[in-house]
């Protein structure tokens, strides 16, 4: 699914257009102070050994003229697998799981990472993560194959971690992780006032309404794509199709169901930002700025082209500035 360039700066949303806009052009010149280059290259070896290993460099690593091209080598490693997909997982959750079902995120962006499958398809591949046996939560979590999966976003555990407790079952929860997850964009709920009307009515009333209804990313409008919850009262969930038809979001585009909404998220252009600095924040531990804008660029074309978060992240680790 395609959207026109209007249409992809409207789904690209105030935060992340002024971020984008943030980078401007400029020319990074710091560079760092002259030294022993043994020195230079041994601290080197350090950074990227800890950054994608989370270890201390091998000696080989030491002693290697250029360590940064170890690095698509790394990217690999179990080590390096394992440590990004826990990263994941913390960004991509509000807190820590109580069950193992629930970190999804985390066996699906494994499962991806091994198998070297692009990037998008953690949101939008053909697989359901759930336990090995769904009803037993002591059974092995495992990720499988699943023509009407899509990515995390269909598996049972995380469907219900996140489903949320609106009163007509409108998944507004779910709608929002999705928007955070591939388009990396934060919301701040309000507290609500003892007696407040948080129905749909009541949300259409501002201050609610700037974000339930009038925006592209409307979250109300996303959430009638979606399957409604329904809880028992055991307070067990179960989910029903949606019933409002199409709606018309995300700037103007039809969507009828959770499917072509998570399409037109990874197919925009803000996802390939997002990933960029997804990469910034696990290298760096901070969002791209400004001098950064020419590295940045070239890991977002990198990535368009190779679709791996792997490329993504390679690209911003091999410039000359990760190990200044």
């Known amino acids: 699914m ?26 990074k010149s710091a560079h760092a102070d002259g030294g022993d280059p043994t020195e230079a290259r041994e601290r080197c070896a350090t950074r990227v050994s800890i950054a994608f290993l989370g ?18 080598q790394m990217v690999s490693d179990p080590a390096f697998q394992e440590r990004f997909s826990r990263y994941i997982n913390s960004q991509f959750n509000d807190d820590v799981a109580t069950d193992p079902g629930d970190d999804a995120v985390y066996y699906l962006a494994k499962y991806v990472l091994v198998n070297a499958k692009p990037w998008k398809e953690l949101f939008n ?122 709606q018309q979001i995300l700037g103007g585009m039809t969507i009828h169901d959770d499917k072509e909404l998570i399409n037109a998220l990874v197919g925009n252009d803000a996802f390939n930002f997002n990933v960029c600095r997804t990469a910034f924040k696990f290298l760096y531990g901070r969002a791209e700025n400004k001098c950064d804008a020419p590295l940045f660029d070239r890991c977002v074309d990198t990535f368009k082209a190779q679709k791996t978060i792997q490329s993504a992240i390679g690209v911003v680790a091999k410039d000359p500035g990760f190990c200044q």
């Not at 270890?55 to 698509?72: H, K, N, R, V, W």
């Not at 591939?182 to 701040?188: C, F, I, N, Q, R």
């Not at 409307?218 to 028992?232: E, I, M, P, Q, S």
């Open 2 to 27: 395609k959207l026109s360039s209007r249409t992809r700066m409207l789904v690209l949303g105030a935060p992340l257009l002024a971020a984008a806009f943030a980078l401007g052009v400029a020319d």
């Open 55 to 72: 270890t201390s460099p091998s000696q080989a690593l030491l002693t290697a003229a250029d360590p940064q091209a170890a690095i698509d």
């Open 125 to 246: 591949g053909p697989y359901n993560v759930d336990y090995q046996t769904p009803t037993d939560p002591k059974t092995p979590v495992v990720v499988t194959q699943d023509p009407n999966g899509l990515g995390y976003f269909r598996s049972n555990p995380w469907l219900v971690r996140y489903a949320g407790n609106e009163q007509a079952g409108y998944k507004l929860n779910t709608a929002y992780h999705m928007l955070n997850n591939t388009l990396g964009m934060e919301l701040v709920a309000s507290t609500n006032a003892p007696g407040a009307d948080v129905s749909a009515t009541g949300r259409q009333a501002q201050p609610c309404r700037q974000c339930h209804f009038d925006p592209w990313y409307a979250l109300d409008g996303l959430a009638k794509t979606l399957t409604r919850v329904h809880y028992d009262k055991a307070g067990n969930a179960t989910f029903t199709a949606p019933t409002d038809g199409p």
